[in-house]
């Protein structure tokens, strides 16, 4: 029975070519209807659009030829954009100066994200991966962690002053806990499997850190990075609202005072833009690092 | 001038401590493998054969006794002893190509023997179209025939399985079971094969060791006598099968009783 089973294993397709024939399978139909393609690739954008075109429609007509309205329609608001951007329709002191806010906030962002970065990655892997550390420094972390950022913002200006620096500081903090966490769940959530591995393929010692410990908990720190990211744009609004002159926080604030509502909302589709765009682009960069896991490639 | 094993285990017991319970994995083990033999290790579960094999591997320090490779004590996990787990154990941001280069890779050889060494042993389990890629993108039966090109390509003498095909579907079992009795006979290596399968046992081993469960221990070693390849049909075949599954079942009845 034995000879007679290799008879039939020999018959039967091998699995590595089974595999390329279901992968077959799959991208044909795609190539032979290119028009049900078309539309399954169009899908999620229509419904995307779909949902903020149905807003806006209620936005316009809720806002629109009523004078007492305190929310202007979205035409003004569009208009107002667009004075800020390029200038040539109200021609105030808003006028063309979108870059240098837009510019102020994410250098700020930027800044304090990559501050966050050169300590947050360190400090998580030492807390992960040496005890000493963990036992020294996480307790203080855990406690200090609560804190909402927000309640930092006095005691960052006590320290700081006010100007950039306090915003700056609360960009630090703000992207600092979740590149800290995910870091250290990262680093300490290796298979113990894959140590055992390295070792007996003569990988040993701190070797083992840079070959197996840091690939391995690259999925986990990224989703810190992005959550620390996306953090540093909800942040930088509350550290730009007192005392500085530039930033996208500021003209938010400064419009409300004076009941430019249009600026305000402008400034916060602007920080959506761009705080998706930053969102996109290291998402980017997460699908080249993290091509072999199949939960991100 | 006797030859020496390339494995040599005495008395070799191993307790681990388990929330403040000390648990007797193995006791008094004795087992001498001689270079190029095929062993396999049954046994139910709990009988030790998995203890025995880490042990081997240098994952564990034994309690009791020694394990020797060449005469030399096993201090630590090392090249020379490959283990292929039933999980794998591959790494999953390295592609096929680079798993199995990692071993020559820690062991800082040469870009261009790196290179040749690796197309080699991915050409000798036939997975040159499967390179370069992932192994999450791989059927069981190929990320185990990965795991034993990682292992052959770090130059291990003595390759340690355990349970290897227990998670792969019975089709894929048999075929990997034959490749792996070819490539054997081919290339001299040693081989302890930890299974609860008997007919894998027979079917693979010159060797089949069985052991018994609490306290884990060797029990009795039978050579395998049948000539290669073997028949699973056959009647000296089915005969060994009724030995070692009564046997086993004898050991169920004492530990039940």
């Given at each position: 029975?034995?000879?007679?089973?290799?008879?039939?294993?020999?018959?039967?397709?091998?699995?590595?070519?089974?595999?390329?024939?279901?992968?077959?399978?799959?991208?044909?139909?795609?190539?032979?209807?290119?028009?049900?393609?078309?539309?399954?690739?169009?899908?999620?954008?229509?419904?995307?659009?779909?949902?903020?075109?149905?807003?806006?429609?209620?936005?316009?007509?809720?806002?629109?030829?009523?004078?007492?309205?305190?929310?202007?329609?979205?035409?003004?608001?569009?208009?107002?954009?667009?004075?800020?951007?390029?200038?040539?329709?109200?021609?105030?002191?808003?006028?063309?100066?979108?870059?240098?806010?837009?510019?102020?906030?994410?250098?700020?962002?930027?800044?304090?994200?990559?501050?966050?970065?050169?300590?947050?990655?360190?400090?998580?892997?030492?807390?992960?991966?040496?005890?000493?550390?963990?036992?020294?420094?996480?307790?203080?972390?855990?406690?200090?962690?609560?804190?909402?950022?927000?309640?930092?913002?006095?005691?960052?200006?006590?320290?700081?002053?006010?100007?950039?620096?306090?915003?700056?500081?609360?960009?630090?903090?703000?992207?600092?806990?979740?590149?800290?966490?995910?870091?250290?769940?990262?680093?300490?959530?290796?298979?113990?499997?894959?140590?055992?591995?390295?070792?007996?393929?003569?990988?040993?010692?701190?070797?083992?850190f840079f070959r197996v410990v840091l690939p391995a908990a690259l999925p986990s720190i990224f989703t810190g990075?992005?959550?620390?990211?996306?953090?540093?744009?909800?942040?930088?609004?509350?550290?730009?609202?007192?005392?500085?002159?530039?930033?996208?926080?500021?003209?938010?604030?400064?419009?409300?005072?004076?009941?430019?509502?249009?600026?305000?909302?402008?400034?916060?589709?602007?920080?959506?833009?761009?705080?998706?765009?930053?969102?996109?682009?290291?998402?980017?960069?997460?699908?080249?690092?993290?091509?072999?896991?199949?939960?991100?490639? | 001038?006797?030859?020496?094993?390339?494995?040599?285990?005495?008395?070799?017991?191993?307790?681990?401590?388990?929330?403040?319970?000390?648990?007797?994995?193995?006791?008094?083990?004795?087992?001498?493998?001689?270079?190029?033999?095929?062993?396999?290790?049954?046994?139910?579960?709990?009988?030790?054969?998995?203890?025995?094999?880490?042990?081997?591997?240098g994952f564990e320090i034994p309690t009791t006794g020694e394990a020797l490779m060449w005469g030399m004590p096993?201090?630590?996990?090392?090249?020379?002893?490959?283990?292929?787990?039933?999980?794998?154990?591959?790494?999953?941001?390295?592609?096929?190509?680079?798993?199995?280069?990692?071993?020559?890779?820690?062991?800082?050889?040469?870009?261009?023997?790196?290179?040749?060494?690796?197309?080699?042993?991915?050409?000798?389990?036939?997975?040159?179209?499967?390179?370069?890629?992932?192994?999450?993108?791989?059927?069981?039966?190929?990320?185990?025939?990965?795991?034993?090109?990682?292992?052959?390509?770090?130059?291990?003498?003595?390759?340690?399985?355990?349970?290897?095909?227990?998670?792969?579907?019975?089709?894929?079992?048999?075929?990997?079971?034959?490749?792996?009795?070819?490539?054997?006979?081919?290339?001299?290596?040693?081989?302890?094969?930890?299974?609860?399968?008997?007919?894998?046992?027979?079917?693979?081993?010159?060797?089949?060791?069985?052991?018994?469960?609490?306290?884990?221990?060797?029990?009795?070693?039978?050579?395998?006598?049948?000539?290669?390849?073997?028949?699973?049909?056959?009647?000296?075949?089915?005969?060994?099968?009724?030995?070692?599954?009564?046997?086993?079942?004898?050991?169920?009845?004492?530990?039940?009783?």
């Amino acid at each position: 029975m034995r000879c007679s089973r290799r008879d039939i294993v020999s018959t039967l397709a091998s699995d590595t070519d089974q595999l390329v024939a279901r992968e077959r399978a799959t991208r044909q139909p795609i190539r032979r209807s290119f028009g049900e393609g078309g539309w399954l690739r169009l899908r999620p954008v229509l419904l995307a659009i779909a949902f903020p075109l149905a807003l806006l429609a209620f936005w316009h007509f809720a806002t629109v030829s009523r004078p007492a309205s305190l929310i202007p329609p979205p035409y003004d608001v569009w208009q107002e954009l667009e004075d800020l951007a390029f200038g040539g329709i109200n021609d105030d002191a808003y006028s063309r100066t979108l870059h240098i806010h837009l510019l102020a906030s994410m250098s700020r962002v930027y800044g304090g994200f990559a501050m966050a970065l050169f300590v947050a990655l360190p400090l998580g892997m030492l807390i992960g991966r040496v005890r000493l550390v963990r036992e020294l420094v996480d307790p203080t972390i855990q406690i200090l962690r609560p804190i909402p950022v927000t309640a930092w913002l006095p005691l960052a200006m006590i320290i700081f002053g006010i100007g950039p620096r306090s915003a700056i500081f609360l960009v630090f903090l703000g992207a600092f806990y979740p590149i800290l966490v995910n870091t250290i769940f990262g680093v300490r959530a290796v298979e113990p499997r894959l140590f055992e591995a390295a070792s007996m393929l003569g990988c040993t010692g701190s070797a083992q850190f840079f070959r197996v410990v840091l690939p391995a908990a690259l999925p986990s720190i990224f989703t810190g990075l992005r959550l620390g990211l996306g953090f540093s744009w909800v942040v930088i609004v509350v550290g730009e609202m007192t005392g500085v002159q530039t930033g996208l926080g500021a003209i938010i604030m400064e419009a409300r005072q004076l009941s430019r509502t249009e600026i305000v909302i402008s400034g916060m589709i602007v920080i959506g833009v761009f705080g998706f765009l930053s969102d996109q682009l290291i998402m980017l960069l997460g699908k080249r690092l993290l091509a072999w896991s199949p939960s991100h490639g | 001038m006797a030859e020496v094993p390339i494995l040599q285990m005495h008395n070799l017991g191993k307790t681990f401590a388990q929330n403040g319970r000390a648990i007797e994995a193995l006791r008094g083990a004795n087992l001498s493998v001689r270079k190029g033999e095929f062993i396999c290790l049954i046994g139910a579960s709990g009988c030790g054969k998995s203890t025995l094999l880490r042990l081997a591997a240098g994952f564990e320090i034994p309690t009791t006794g020694e394990a020797l490779m060449w005469g030399m004590p096993i201090a630590g996990p090392g090249p020379s002893r490959g283990m292929v787990f039933q999980d794998y154990g591959l790494f999953p941001w390295l592609t096929v190509r680079d798993n199995v280069g990692f071993g020559p890779r820690s062991r800082g050889r040469p870009k261009q023997e790196i290179k040749e060494t690796t197309e080699r042993f991915i050409e000798l389990v036939g997975l040159q179209n499967f390179a370069d890629v992932y192994p999450h993108q791989l059927s069981g039966g190929m990320k185990q025939r990965v795991a034993i090109a990682r292992v052959l390509a770090s130059d291990a003498e003595l390759v340690l399985m355990d349970e290897p095909f227990g998670a792969l579907d019975a089709m894929t079992r048999e075929r990997l079971q034959d490749e792996l009795v070819e490539l054997w006979s081919r290339s001299g290596l040693t081989v302890l094969f930890v299974t609860h399968a008997i007919e894998e046992a027979i079917f693979l081993a010159d060797r089949v060791v069985v052991m018994s469960p609490g306290p884990g221990r060797i029990d009795s070693e039978y050579a395998i006598d049948l000539k290669r390849p073997r028949d699973i049909a056959s009647r000296d075949f089915n005969e060994w099968r009724r030995l070692l599954a009564s046997k086993l079942h004898s050991h169920h009845a004492r530990k039940a009783g």
